[in-house]
Every structure is written in structure tokens, then in C-alpha cells.
């Protein structure tokens, strides 16, 4: 018994050591917790914030070409009625639009690019947060483990000692 006794009575000191979780550590980890879903949540938002803006471009960028091909619809039927000045500026019109189009394009591709790095950086955080999670609750279990060898510890030795008195 006085084996078993020092046995367990030595692990709960080592345990407690290894998992390094007093309840204040234990609370702070809750608090890098949720810091860390603060930062996942702000960055989900950005890629949303990103992703819209993008999706807005798209959305200006059909509408510009709806305008331009209707602006080449009037420029030949004004053609056919012999209205030359009439068909002129609406290709003027035209090419002018077709710059703005290729200006939204850029930046819509910018828009694109940045979408990607974000959504790349937040599989990485949200990674890097479920890696620290299964920390925690490495830490969390191992401190368990330390409060029962603790009791068993003192449990055995409460009974070795009363097997001595007798």
C-alpha cells in the first residue's frame, strides 16, 4: 500500500507541473479563446466585406456592357437612317464606356485576388485556433488527470494510515 501510495502521491505533483493549469491559467485560456474567435469572426466579416464589393463590380460591370451594346444597337440604327452625327456619338459613347469597363474589370480582378489572400490567411487562423483549442483542452484534461491522482494519492494514504492505527 505504502508503494501505491507513493506512487500516486508523486504523480500529482508531476501532473500538476506538466499541465501547468491553475484555474487563473485556466480562465486566461478562456480569454485567448475567445480572442481568438474575436479575430476568426472579424476576418470572416472582412472576406464578406471583400466578397460583396467584389460581387457589386460584377453586378456594375453587366450593367456597363448592357448599356454598351445597346449604345452599338443605336449607333447602327442611327447609321441606317442616315444619321451619321447621330451614330458617332453613340460610338463615342461606346468607347468611352469600354475604358470605364476595363477600369471596373481591374479592379474587380483586385478585388478577386484579395478575396483569395484573405480566405487563405483565415483557413490559416482558423487552423492555428483549433490547434491552440485542442491545446487547451490537452491542458484542461491533464489537470483533471493531476486533481484524481491527487485524490487517489490522498485517499491511499488515509487508509494506510488507518491500517497502520489499528
Known amino acids: 500500500m505504502r508503494f501505491l501510495a507513493r506512487l500516486f502521491g508523486s504523480k500529482p505533483a508531476a501532473a500538476k507541473h506538466d499541465a501547468g493549469a491553475s484555474p ?5 485560456l478562456g480569454d485567448a479563446q475567445r480572442k481568438q474567435l474575436s479575430a476568426v469572426q472579424k476576418m470572416r ?26 449604345l452599338v444597337n443605336q449607333a447602327e440604327t442611327s447609321q441606317a437612317d442616315g444619321d451619321l452625327a ?5 460610338m463615342n459613347r461606346h468607347l468611352i464606356m469600354g475604358e470605364q469597363l476595363g477600369d471596373l474589370m481591374s479592379q ?9 489572400m484573405l480566405i487563405g490567411a483565415l483557413t490559416q487562423l482558423q487552423a492555428r485556433v483549433s490547434g491552440f483549442n485542442v491545446t487547451v ?14 485524490a487517489i494519492a490522498k485517499a491511499l494514504e488515509e487508509f494506510d494510515e488507518d491500517g497502520r492505527q489499528r
Open 24 to 28: 487563473r491559467d485556466q480562465l486566461s
Open 45 to 70: 466579416r472582412g472576406v464578406a466585406d471583400v466578397s460583396v464589393s467584389r460581387q457589386r463590380l460584377d453586378l456594375q460591370a453587366a450593367d456597363l456592357q448592357k448599356a454598351m451594346a445597346a
Open 86 to 90: 447621330a451614330a458617332q456619338t453613340a
Open 108 to 116: 474587380r480582378d483586385a478585388l478577386a485576388e484579395q478575396e483569395t
Open 137 to 150: 483542452e490537452t491542458l484542461k484534461a491533464a489537470h483533471t488527470a493531476a486533481g484524481a491522482d491527487h
